[in-house]
T-cell receptor, first 111, second 113 residues
């Protein structure tokens, strides 16, 4: 499968714990995006990388969220001190220029 | 701030009829407008897109139109089929082909056989 992959697919955690998600983009794609999607809503932009550089971060993203793409390939999204409001689907997408291709997402449930 | 409004939120059509979904955007710097189809429990899939230097684009039963002056764009699906039933999202992107993509809230399309 040469598409975007994400790991894990599901994560259940207790409030206050830290979680980390991984995204592996399509290999030739230099752009990588993270989104959050809640039920009945469209994907909400979180952050964007071009190669290893994080070029934009949503104002909606609190300091508890951090993302990295250390070698310009895979990316990680970490949420510290999780809250129940963080429960959502976290989607990763990659692309070369205009198009974005999404991964299957990681569903986070904070109890 | 940037905003994309999408209408209607729900659309029900008879098989074979056409479906039209409309979106408006607020940031005049937007220059790329993709449409995604998302089936239940699956990832959003890019179905068609249009750039700001083009007014209309067609791909088989799907077409998208863009009016940059009015800041709105529309998705047209002709000869709808039950497998077209899904949630459709429009989006607007700024910055020369990437980053900060803003999505609409989605339109749930039901195609009745």
């Amino acid at each position: 499968d040469t598409g975007v992959s994400q790991d894990p697919r599901h994560k259940i955690t207790k409030r206050g714990q830290n979680v980390t998600f991984r995204c592996d983009p399509i290999s030739e794609h230099n752009r990588l995006y993270w989104y959050r999607q809640t039920l009945g809503q469209g994907p909400e932009f979180l952050t964007y990388f071009q190669n290893e550089a994080q070029l934009e971060k949503s104002r909606l993203l609190s300091d508890r969220f951090s993302a990295e793409r250390p070698k310009g390939s895979f990316s990680t999204l970490e949420i510290q001190r999780t809250e129940q409001g963080d429960s959502a689907m976290y989607l990763c997408a990659s692309g070369r220029e205009y198009e974005q291709y999404f991964g299957p997402g990681t569903r986070l449930t904070v109890t | 701030g940037e905003n994309v409004e999408q209408h209607p939120s729900t659309l029900s059509v008879q098989e074979g009829d056409s479906a039209v979904i409309k979106c408006t955007y607020s940031d005049s710097a937007s220059n790329y407008f993709p449409w995604y189809k998302q089936e239940l429990g699956k990832r959003p899939q890019l179905i068609i897109d249009i750039r700001s230097n083009v007014g209309e684009k067609k791909d088989q039963r799907i077409a998208v139109t863009l009016n940059k002056t009015a800041k709105h764009f529309s998705l047209h699906i002709t000869e709808t089929q039950p497998e077209d039933s899904a949630v459709y999202f429009c989006a607007a992107s700024m910055g020369g082909g990437g980053f900060k993509t803003i999505f609409g809230a989605g339109t749930r399309l039901f195609v009745k056989a």
